[in-house]
């Protein structure tokens, strides 16, 4: 009963508390889902925008860097979601670095600089410590002409403006498509403000029409909470008055009890006592009379075990000398079974630890059976999404082309010089890119087929000098092939392998040099693994070279050391090579010193 009166207490106490609580987080729940919402679509917004402005804007020394650097000043949240980005795009081919500045005066070295209005930065101020720096200045919710690309939020997007005096001041080149989606004048620009008032305006009223409805609630709630009150007060007094009653007629039984207990009890112990020393005192004569009968039965036995032990005594002395032989055997037999049991021991201690390695390494070997079937998946993976990417990249760029080449044919006469230089950009641009999409589609397809099968590597070349002939007289180039062997593959890809190597040692010369190409091919054994060996090739060339610090990622895809004005080309022909001896279970490097020729070494397994 007391524990029921706690409990209504405690329901009393903490009930009001939890109604309260619930009604107002869900109001707060309600009130700001809305514009949590709206700021995740800017936070993923803001970056694009970012990364368009810069891609839109041409710097004079573009070509001269290594990265782009992007600074953001202040504690703004914006770089979590600028570096996210930076991992998935480049700016004008340039990787991009994100830096952040907490004050003005240290801003330097970056292209573009972003501040938002809420850090209260003073424009002006900002303007003066980077001109002259070639730093696009770009801004948010500022002031109409305040920078040099203004965003203004819009409900849950952005709207921008630009200040064609101030960019152009510091030498940058407009891409005419920024200008044309951009506000033009402060009328649209108040009217941006305006819209986004009336918004703040919506939302507010919506906000107050739920909070009223929401105090409603809670009032009905309080009501009924206040009449559950009032009737627990009610229960709980009657409770009181019984548990009262009950307590005095309690306490009397229990008085009377414990007296009547304590009289059956005396009597009782009393009556146990006298019972147990009549059961003792029978007990004992009872012993007596057996102990008597037993004392008889032992003097009997006594002498008959005594004409016993005289008997045994001769058959001991017989025993003895046959025990004192035994021994000497026992001994010998058990040393036997000592050096036995040892190596036995021994034997099965070497047992355990050989079994103990085998399950470690099943276990490991178990362990990197399941990494390589997780990176062949994932290789399998990158490699489908790579021709997919490549492969739908290509219809929106054939559109790009067409329109080039119909706005040249037919508009041509309609643009000065600097649209006619722009659209001959494009369009060059437009070609570069379908070549390393066709590249990258190429690159994606090797290794993916393993029916491999005998190929004559002296037919292939046979075969591809052919192909090259009109290069190889045009260049005058010469080449040395040896008697090369047999070897298990795919034709095509090691066909396009000699052919990559041949292409460029042609091409990366001297251009006073005739090109001299030798290929050579020896058998050699394999100490470190239980295989039968393999063939190593070598092209060597006497052209231009690769200095030491650049042969470590001339491999990877897309990689140049020289401009497309110097030398034309994607940049993946090595890699190419690199993928197809791996896929055929070989490997490739190279000896090369700068103007001394290059000599690329590659392996293929018996």
């Known amino acids: ?48 925008f970012v990364f368009n402005f810069a891609q839109q804007i041409g710097w004079p020394n573009i070509d001269e860097l290594k990265s782009f650097k992007i600074g953001v000043l202040g504690p703004d949240r914006t770089i979590l979601d600028l570096h996210a980005m930076a991992q998935k795009r480049k700016i004008h081919g340039k990787p991009v670095e994100i830096v952040r500045f907490t004050v003005v005066k240290n801003v330097q070295d970056v292209q573009l600089l972003y501040v938002n209005h809420k850090y209260n ?78 918004t703040l305006t919506k939302v507010q009223e919506d906000k107050d029409e739920q909070e009223a409805i929401l105090k409603e609630k809670i009032t009905d709630q309080l009501e009924k909470i206040d009449h559950q009150e009032k009737e627990i007060d009610t229960k709980e007094g009657e409770i009181i008055r019984r548990n009262e009653k009950i307590e005095n ?32 005192i029978k007990n004992q004569e009872e012993k007596i009379k057996t102990s008597a009968l037993e004392i008889e039965k032992q003097n009997e036995f006594l002498e008959r075990q005594n004409s016993k032990i005289e008997e045994q005594s001769t058959i001991l002395e017989k025993q003895t000398s046959e025990i004192n032989a035994q021994k000497k055997i026992n001994i010998l037999l058990v040393s036997i079974i000592f050096l036995a049991l040892l190596g036995s021991l021994l034997i099965y201690r070497g047992f355990l630890q050989k079994k103990k390695l085998n399950k470690e390494l099943g276990i490991k070997n178990e362990a990197i059976s399941q990494q390589s079937l997780e990176l062949e998946a994932k290789n399998k993976e990158l490699e489908q999404f790579a021709y997919i990417a490549s492969h739908d990249l290509q219809e929106p760029l054939n559109t790009i082309s067409s329109f080039i080449g119909l706005i040249a044919e037919d508009y041509e006469a309609s643009f000065d010089d600097v649209g006619k230089e722009s659209l001959s950009f494009i369009k060059d641009a437009s070609i570069r890119m379908k070549k390393l999409i066709d590249a990258l589609l190429e690159y994606s397809r090797l290794g993916r087929s393993k ?9 292939v070349l046979k075969e591809l000098k052919s192909d090259l002939k009109n290069r190889i007289e045009n260049t005058g180039a010469i080449l040395h092939i040896a008697d090369l062997p047999i070897v298990n593959g795919s034709e095509i890809e090691l066909r396009l392998l000699f052919q990559n190597l041949i292409s460029n040692g042609i091409k990366f010369r001297a251009s006073d040099t005739v090109p001299e190409i030798t290929i050579n091919c020896i058998k050699k054994n394999d100490d470190k693994k239980d295989t039968k060996g393999f063939w190593q090739f070598s092209v060597k060339d006497n052209g231009i070279g690769i200095p030491k610090e650049h042969q470590e990622r001339i491999f990877a895809i897309f990689q140049r050391l020289h401009s497309r004005d110097t030398y034309e080309g994607t940049g993946i022909g090595l890699a190419h090579c690199k993928k197809i001896v791996e896929a055929h279970g070989g490997k490739i490097w190279l000896e090369s010193f700068e103007n001394q020729g290059s000599t690329f070494y590659f392996t293929i397994p018996l």
């Open 1 to 48: 009963m007391m524990g029921e009166r706690f409990y209504i207490l405690t329901i009393r106490k903490y009930l009001t508390p939890v109604f309260l609580c619930l009604f107002t987080a869900f109001f707060f729940l309600n009130t700001t889902a809305q514009e949590t919402d709206n700021e995740e679509v800017k936070r993923l917004h803001r970056p694009i």
């Open 451 to 459: 029916a491999y099968t005998k190929v004559s590597c002296n037919e």
């Open 121 to 198: 930065y003073d424009i002006k101020y900002i303007l003066n410590k980077i001109s002259e720096k070639n730093i696009l200045l770009v801004s948010e919710d500022y002031n109409y002409n305040a920078s040099m690309i203004n965003m203004v939020n819009v409900a849950d997007a952005f709207e921008y403006e630009i200040n064609e005096s101030r960019i152009k001041k510091e030498n940058f080149v407009i891409v005419p498509t920024l200008k044309e989606y951009a506000i033009s004048s402060s009328e649209k620009w108040k009217q941006l403000y305006q819209k986004t008032e009336e």
């Open 249 to 280: 007629l309690y306490t009397e039984s229990e008085i009377q009890k414990i007296k009547y207990k304590e009289k059956i009890s005396i009597e009782r112990e009393l009556e146990k006592n006298i019972q147990e020393q009549i059961v003792f």
